[in-house]
Each structure stands twice: as structure tokens, then as C-alpha cells.
């Protein structure tokens, strides 16, 4: 089976730490996405990664950066945690064939502000 | 920017057929439709996707529209544990892989 794997289930951080949320998947894949998800808004792309050290700005990039090293791993970024950021992170990845592919998601991680 | 729109919610009765709507008015020749679903507090799970024809798998039925303008997913029973949020994506094209989702729908389906 693919698997996505964030490193956290839940976080809590205080205001103005830098803080990392870590994905690993095990399927080669080259496709990797964040997405912040909050009530009523849907899951929003924040960036998205096509292959190592490449990487695209979401819909929602600002105050986030991502690092993409290595294949299997891509990592979110917070560099001064604030209040609003507090929400549900999702990590994806799918395989690049274009159009026909399906995308698997991680378990996401709540990350609490304070 | 999201390029569907689906009802916000809908309900179901247990058993019965579920079909959700979705409009993709946009949608170029080379784009696919995709559809998630989200199950409270886990991540998106894949159900179907289609280009043109009409899809079928062990979980659901993708019919689209001939224009390729719309597409509904349908559920022939559906049972409690379908209710979930209902995700209709376009996705592809030459330029990218992004995977952009819009609100959903909010399936209930109660006894």
C-alpha cells in the first residue's frame, strides 16, 4: 500500500517559533503537496513540489516555505508561527504521468498556535 | 482558484442512490475529473476520475456530460458510512500536476 506519513498527529507551538511539518511517502512518487484545511473553507493548496527541489506556489503560500531535498520527503515550513496559522495540514503525493493519476493523502497534523 | 462548484450539502436516506453534481464549465479537453471524498478527521480518499466516458468502479459511477461541462458521481447505495465531504477536482492539463479542491459537498445520509 502507499503511504503518506506526517510526522505528527497533533502540535502545539507558541507564537514566533519556526516550525516544521515533515512528509514522507514510500511510492517514488514525484508529485508532494501541503494543504491547510479550515471550517468551511475546504482544503486550500499552499505548495506543491514536481520533483526535488522544484516547487510551485499554492493558493495560499504566505508565511510558509517548503524544502524538497529529497524524493521522498517534503517538508512545511513555518518561519514565525502566528494565531492564524493554527489549522489542519494535509500532505499528498502522486505520481508524474499528467492528468491520470490518483493522489494519497497523509493522516495531516493539527498544529495549535498559542 | 477552484474551476468546480457543488452544492454545499445534501442528504440521502441509507440505501438509496446518491448523486452529487458537479459543474466544470472551464474545463479544457485535456483535464480530467477527479472526485474525493473526506471522512471526518482523515485525510482524502480517491474515488473515481474520468475524461470523457462514463467511469465505474467497486465504490462509485462517474457520469459525464457530453459537453464535459458537468459530471455527477453517484453512490447506488448509499449507507452510513458514505456520509462525508464529496470533493469534485479538475486536474491536469500541459502545465501542471497541481490538485486545487474547492468546498465540496457535505453528504449526509441518515436511516
Known amino acids: 500500500d502507499v503511504k503518506v506519513t506526517q510526522s505528527s498527529r497533533y502540535l502545539v507551538k507558541r507564537t514566533g517559533e519556526k516550525v516544521f511539518l515533515e512528509c514522507v511517502q514510500d511510492?517514488?512518487?514525484?508529485?508532494m503537496f501541503w494543504y491547510r484545511q479550515d471550517p468551511g473553507l475546504g482544503l486550500r493548496l499552499i505548495y506543491f513540489?514536481?520533483?526535488?527541489?522544484?516547487?510551485e506556489k499554492g493558493d495560499i503560500p504566505e508565511g510558509y516555505s517548503v524544502s524538497r531535498e529529497k524524493k521522498e520527503r517534503f517538508s512545511l515550513i513555518l518561519e514565525s508561527a502566528s494565531t492564524n496559522q493554527t489549522s489542519m495540514y494535509l500532505c499528498?503525493?502522486?505520481?508524474?504521468?499528467?492528468?491520470?493519476?490518483?493522489?494519497?493523502f497523509g493522516q495531516g497534523t493539527r498544529l495549535t498556535v498559542v | 482558484d477552484a474551476k468546480t462548484t457543488q452544492p454545499t450539502s445534501m442528504d440521502c436516506a441509507e440505501g438509496r442512490a446518491a448523486n452529487l453534481p458537479c459543474n466544470h464549465s472551464?474545463?479544457?479537453?485535456?483535464?480530467?475529473v477527479y472526485w474525493y471524498r473526506q471522512i471526518h478527521s482523515q485525510g482524502p480518499q480517491y474515488i473515481i476520475h474520468?475524461?470523457?466516458n462514463n467511469e465505474t468502479n467497486e465504490m462509485a459511477s462517474l457520469i459525464i456530460t457530453e459537453d464535459r461541462k458537468s459530471s455527477t458521481l453517484i453512490l447506488p447505495h448509499a449507507t452510513l458510512r458514505d456520509t462525508a465531504v464529496y470533493y469534485c477536482?479538475?486536474?491536469?492539463?500541459?502545465?501542471?500536476?497541481?490538485?486545487?479542491f474547492g468546498t465540496g459537498t457535505r453528504l449526509q445520509v441518515f436511516p
Open positions: 472551464t474545463i479544457s479537453g485535456n483535464e480530467y
Open positions: 511510492m517514488d512518487h514525484e508529485n
Open positions: 474520468g475524461l470523457k
Open positions: 499528498a503525493s502522486s505520481p508524474w504521468t499528467g492528468s491520470n493519476t490518483e493522489a494519497f
Open positions: 477536482i479538475v486536474r491536469g492539463g500541459y502545465n501542471t500536476d497541481k490538485l486545487i
Open positions: 513540489s514536481y520533483d526535488v527541489k522544484m516547487k
